[in-house]
């Protein structure tokens, strides 16, 4: 109950999906004695598809989610967000492909749709109806007790009022105890507006826990499948959406190591850095390690994991920060965690924050120095040691107050994707989020010479 805020009735719309996460945490916001309401987000791209599909894949979906608000008792409604959803999360994915980068769009949907254009049809259709907007997100948020027991004006990105329950840069979004399925990732785009007006109910709680829930409470939906892939794709393959709305564009892959015609793609937007599946070459395993948009070409490997291919370091920006916490550098203060994906792993990092130009600036030293050596000799190594006493803090902001960071890992990830998101923690707490601009070559000796900052895209 503790994801509830249990203590005070509060009148929740509760986004319900037809899955079973939602379908608890409905019943959960019921149990609390919250007063509750359904919501669905209707999005059906038919026309797009040309009719893929032998039914609507969302009267599924809207038929369980009926049958769970009614088993608890509460009213439901259909909102179409077809539009919406089109112009914030696909169009955009598909300008982020076409532009050679690796889009996040279930990032988008959480901070543009779920939490945005339904908090602005809210604020418009239902003014100050609405306390709280819950969802089945693993993800915990942290008010104060205090906060638990006064009411504060907050804002929403559109400008108008609602009751929160407490001031937005109270709340604190912080890790679940299900590592696997811990959604904090996807939520590190909201704003700290948004965040003040959610309610995620399974924030205590693992998927087996969910699971038990939902079959003691006889939910129609508790043996449901989980969704699976890019959010808005639903039975659409990644690859057939993306030659539907780009098309093919035949170009040679070439072998990083010595720049020898190894093979044809149909275009650089189906590869993505550190991708191993879809190169149909002899001597593999291949793996995709550069795209260059201009030249249409595909950079592959099949020395990807030698010692020498660092992949240790990189930039983001800019950087979207939940609350007024920032990395934390004092003396026993908890190490500093960054996710480069959605997923359990975390790596321990070393952050420089700065303007975008400052940040570009150190990163094209770094990558200068560690190609000048042959690897990362003396020179490069002492810029890692300054790190350690002034890269991990907070440096100044650019126009608008932005701020972006050089990225340091301890070791060595598998692929760093131009357009996927830095998620960084401490303490449990998500800090914020920045989007990956590219990755550093820092090759040690042995491995080819730096290039461009940036051009591992």
């Not at 169009?91 to 602005?120: Q, W, Y």
């Not at 907050?154 to 590592?179: I, Q, Y």
């Not at 093979?263 to 390690?289: C, M, S």
């Not at 201009?294 to 490997?301: A, D, E, G, P």
């Amino acid at each position: 109950m503790a994801g509830c805020e249990p203590g005070r009735r509060l009148r929740v719309a509760v986004l319900v999906s037809g899955g079973v996460d939602s379908s608890v945490a409905l019943s959960l916001v019921r149990a609390a004695g919250h007063e509750a309401v359904g919501f669905y987000l209707q999005i059906w791209f038919q026309e797009d598809f040309r009719n893929f599909w032998d039914a609507c894949p969302w009267e599924e979906d809207l038929a369980y989610a009926r049958q769970v608000c009614e088993s608890a008792g509460v009213p439901l409604e259909v909102v179409p967000m077809t539009d919406q959803y089109w112009d914030r999360v696909v169009a955009h994915s598909v300008a982020e492909i076409k532009a050679g980068r690796t889009p996040n769009p279930d990032m988008l949907c959480n901070s543009r749709v779920k939490f945005g254009a339904f908090f602005e049809w809210l604020d418009e259709h239902q003014p100050e109806r609405f306390d709280r907007v819950a969802s089945g997100h693993y993800a915990r948020l942290v008010r104060p007790q205090a906060g638990l027991h006064r009411q504060v004006e907050t804002h929403s990105n559109s400008g108008s009022s609602s009751s929160s329950g407490t001031g937005s840069s109270e709340v604190r979004l912080a890790l679940t105890p299900d590592a696997v399925k811990d959604q904090t990732y996807f939520l590190a785009q909201l704003s700290s507006q948004q965040l003040a007006r959610a309610m995620f109910p399974l924030g205590c709680l693992t998927k087996p826990q969910v699971r038990s829930l939902a079959a003691a409470a006889g939910l129609a939906t508790s043996g449901r499948k989980d969704s699976q892939g890019i959010c808005f794709l639903g039975k659409v393959r990644f690859g057939e959406f993306v030659r539907e709305h780009l098309g093919t564009w035949p170009g040679p892959l070439v072998e990083a190591e010595n720049g020898a015609v190894v093979g044809l793609h149909e275009g650089y937007w189906f590869y993505t850095v550190g991708q191993r599946g879809g190169i149909k070459l002899p001597g593999g395993p291949w793996y995709v390690v550069a795209k260059d948009m201009r030249l249409n070409t595909v950079s592959i490997s099949r020395r990807y994991h030698e010692q020498g291919k660092r992949r240790d370091a990189f930039t983001a920006g800019p950087f979207n920060w939940l609350g007024p916490e920032r990395p934390d550098v004092s003396p026993g203060a908890p190490p500093l965690l960054v996710k480069v994906r959605h997923g359990p792993a975390t790596a321990r990092c070393r952050v420089l924050l700065g303007p975008a130009a400052a940040v570009e600036a150190w990163a094209a030293r770094m990558a200068a120095l560690a190609g000048s050596e042959g690897g990362e000799g003396g020179e490069a190594r002492q810029l890692r040691e300054e790190d350690v006493t002034c890269g991990s803090g907070v440096g100044g902001a650019g126009p608008g107050g932005e701020q972006h960071g050089l990225f340091l890992l301890e070791e060595r990830d598998q692929g760093l994707a131009a357009g996927q998101y830095a998620v960084l923690y401490q303490g449990g707490t998500c800090l914020g989020a920045a989007k990956i601009q590219g990755a550093i070559n820092t090759a040690a000796v042995g491995g080819a010479a730096a290039g461009p900052v940036g051009a591992a895209v």
